[in-house]
């Protein structure tokens, strides 16, 4: 079968597919021949082996594994042992190591069933991008209904669900984003959208309740000036370094201020993933697909996530 390889740390031109076994799925695994795999921010971290620190996991002088790709949606073809939840020809989605290839092998529990509503490019950006937005809103912002949420970056993977989610739980949502996306964030129904490249959105009147920052633009003193007195000001993606100085302006400033700064990684949630699912059935949820690309060029689809100005999800499909 065909795979998306990288053999090295560097650019996109380390990218490379090659011809490689066909994965065969062990106990509690399912084997899922993809039909779509969406790029994620953690795909160009990987090819380029950075932040560094991250090269004790992955190899310090090349990849210790050369597979690339987390998100995908596809068919099952086969079971391994064990396994009670899925059958052959049932069409899934969900993440995996690998998933930039003909075939992918993927846990039991590491897969949702694909909504009919959702084509298979649009379901490849469900889970990453889904899973970071509704833990951060939810687990970490505890945005309620009646509340002001602010989205940077409302145009992007996870900014684009996130202004969605915040509409489903009843929140006022302001999204911000660049002039040829303020379309889309209209479209998603956000209350409010800011052009950045034409008003400052920290010159607000009025603070609100929860931020979402996904841009990773502005400083975290700036941040904190529009967030309420009791509000929640919550980082996540963009640059690896940019969060981390958030997270040591959070630590310094915390016994000083009554506000909620809350750090966190998205985790797997398998009941996420399906809640997530019920919002797309509902007609409260869509995946924006803005571009697809060939597997053969794969290598371009993530240097323009890496570019950081993708609109919604970027696909490679097979």
């Known amino acids: 079968m065909e795979a998306v390889v990288r053999r090295a740390y560097g650019s996109p031109e380390v990218i490379r597919v090659e011809e490689v076994p066909r994965p065969t799925p062990g106990p509690g695994q399912v084997l899922v021949e993809v039909r779509a795999a969406a790029i994620n921010p953690l795909d160009w971290h990987f090819m380029r082996g950075e932040p560094r620190a991250m090269r004790l996991q992955t190899g310090l002088r090349a990849p210790k594994d050369p597979r690339m790709g987390q998100d995908l949606a596809g068919v099952v073809v086969e079971l391994g042992e064990g396994v009670t939840r899925w059958k052959v020809g049932d069409e899934v989605l969900g993440s995996c190591l690998g998933a930039l290839a ?62 969605q989610l915040g509409k489903a739980w009843g929140a006022h949502v302001t999204g911000v984003c660049s ?112 571009r697809t690309y060939p597997l053969e060029q794969a290598g371009e689809a993530i240097g323009h996530v890496e570019e950081g100005h993708a609109r919604g999800k970027v696909v490679v499909e097979l």
Not at 127 to 137: F, H, N, V
Not at 200 to 216: E, G, H, K, N, S
Not at 230 to 250: D, M, Q, T, Y
């Open 102 to 163: 003909e075939y992918a092998v993927a846990g039991e529990g590491d897969l949702a069933g694909k909504p009919e509503a959702m084509s298979f490019a649009e379901a490849s950006g469900l889970a990453c991008a889904g899973l970071t937005a509704i833990q951060g809103l939810r687990d970490n912002a505890h945005l309620s209904a009646g509340q002001r949420l602010l989205v940077t970056g409302a145009g992007g993977g996870v900014g684009h669900l996130a202004v």
């Open 179 to 290: 002039t040829r996306n303020v379309d889309l964030v209209l479209s998603l129904g956000a209350d409010e959208v800011v052009d950045y490249s034409r008003e400052d959105f920290t010159q607000t009147a009025r603070p609100y309740d929860v931020i979402f920052d996904l841009a990773a633009t502005r400083s975290h003193r700036e941040l904190r000036r529009i967030t309420t007195p009791k509000g929640a000001l919550l980082v996540a993606g963009a640059s690896p370094s940019r969060p981390l100085r958030h997270v040591l302006w959070g630590v310094l400033t915390a016994p000083f201020v009554s506000q909620h700064q809350p750090t966190y990684t998205a985790r797997w949630s398998g009941t996420d993933l399906e809640e997530l699912s019920r919002l797309v059935e509902a007609g409260s949820l869509r995946v924006e697909v803005s």
